[in-house]
C-alpha cells in the first residue's frame, strides 16, 4: 500500500477515497497508537469537523472506531482546526481530531490527527498508524461490555476557543472597519465573534455554510468577492479565512491582497523591533517569494527554509527555538501562543501591528517587494505524482528554463500533498512570460505523466 499520510493528515474525495470504513479504520489504529496501547488507562479523544456535507458522517464512524477500542470519544461538532489543538492541549486530552479538506472543494474530506500537547502528527507516527490498519488491527485489543467507549458531546466549547484568541492577542479595534469571509467554513461563529468583541464594526461575509458552499468562489483560495468589498465598504481591512481556518490572508484599504508572506513579514518586523523575535528568525518554505529573502537581507532578520508542508515549518521551529514561520498561502505558526497555524491569531497579531504602527496595511506591506510569480498545477495520475524527475523530457524542460533565467528567477516542482497535481512554480521579472512558461511546462508535465 502507499503511504496513507500526505503533508496534512488523510485526504480523499468522501465516500470514495475516504469511506466510512477507512474512517473508521483510522479512529482504531489513532487511538490506539497516540494512547499507548491498551495500557490500563481509558484515554479521552478529542474529535471536530467543519462545515462539510460528509463531515457528520466521517465523525460518526471515526468516533465509532475510537470507541470500539476502548477510548472515549468528545465530539465539539463544528471548529476551526486550530481550536481543535488548543482544546486538545487545555483539557489534556489524549489526542485531537479534525475532520477538515481544509481549502480543498467540497467533496473532498480528510482526517487529521493532534498528539496531547496539540502537534500535528511526526511522519513515524502515521506510519504507525498505517501500519496497524495494514495488520487488520492484529496488535488491537476490541474490548466488549463496559470497557466499550462512551461518547459524549461538547457543542458550547468554541466558547474557550473565543476567550483563549482574545487572550494571546487583543487590539483595540474601536473604530476601525474590518470585511471578513469565512469561506462557509469552520469559523463562520467564532472569528466573526472574537473581533466583534474587541470592538470592531465587521462587515461578516461567507457565513451561511449550507454543507456544499465551503470554499466555493470565496474564502483564501477566491478573493476577488473580498477585494472588492473591501473597496466598497471603504473597509480599513479585510481578512479571508479557507474552510478550517487555519489560513489567513488579508486584503488592505486599497483592495490589494497581502499574502503570508507578506504578513509575516510585517510581523516579524515588528517582533523584532519589540524585541519578541526569537533568535532574529523566520521559518519559511521553498515556496515562499525571493521578496521575502530580500526583505530578511534588508532588515537583518535571518530566514530559515524548509521543503513544503506547515508541519515542516513547524518541527524547524520546535527543533531550534523559533517563534514565527508559515508559508505563502497564509498558514502561519505563532508558536508562543499555538501549535499549528491559526487563521484567527494571525489575523489578530496582522491587526495589532497596524493598530500599534498606526499605519495602513498598504504601507506596512511594502516592507516586502513581491517579485513576479506564476504557479500552474498539472493534473497527474495520484499515485504517480512523486515521479515527476524520473522522465528525462520533464528533467530538460526544467534545465532549460533555469539556464535562461541565470539566476534572475526560479522553476520550482512539487507533487501536491493532498490532491493528484503536480505544481509548477516559477519565479522571474516578468510576469508573461513566467506565466506561460509556466502554462507550457504543466502541459509537459501532463502530456508526458498522463
Known sequence: MSRMFGTDGVRGVAGRELDIDLATKL?????????????????VILVGCDTRISGGMLANAMIAGICSVGADAVYCGIL???????????????????ISASHNPMEFNGIKFFNRDGYKLPDEMEDKIQAEIEKGMADIEFPEGEKIGRVTYA????????????????????????????????????????LKDLGADVVAIHVHPTGTNINDHCGSTHMEQLCQRVIDEKADVGIAFDGDADRMLAV???????????????????MQKKGLLKKNTVVVTVMSNLGFTMMGEREGINIATTQVGDRYVLERMKAEGYNIGGEQSGH??????????????????????MVNEKKPLSVLASVMEVLPQALVNAHVPNDRKASYNDYSEIRTAIKKLEDKFNGAGRVLIRPSGTEPLVRVMIEGKDQKEIESDARSLASLIEKVMN
Open 332 to 353: 502561519i505558526i505563532f508558536l508562543d501562543d499555538n501549535t499549528t497555524g491559526d487563521g484567527m491569531l494571525s489575523a489578530l497579531k496582522l491587526l495589532d501591528v
Open 252 to 270: 488592505d484599504e486599497k483592495g490589494h491582497i497581502v499574502d503570508g508572506d507578506q504578513i509575516m513579514a510585517v510581523c516579524a518586523k515588528y
Open 155 to 194: 457543542f458550547d466549547m468554541g466558547q474557550e476557543y473565543i476567550d483563549f484568541e482574545k487572550s494571546a492577542a487583543h487590539p483595540d479595534l474601536m473604530g476601525m472597519k474590518i470585511v471578513v469571509d469565512c469561506a462557509e467554513g469552520a469559523s463562520y461563529r467564532t472569528n466573526t465573534q472574537v
Open 80 to 98: 476551526p482546526t486550530p481550536a481543535i489543538a488548543f482544546l486538545t492541549r487545555k483539557h489534556g486530552y489524549d489526542a485531537g481530531v479534525v
Open 27 to 43: 479512529g482504531q489504529a489513532g487511538a490506539y497508537v497516540l494512547t499507548g496501547g491498551n495500557n490500563g488507562k481509558r484515554p
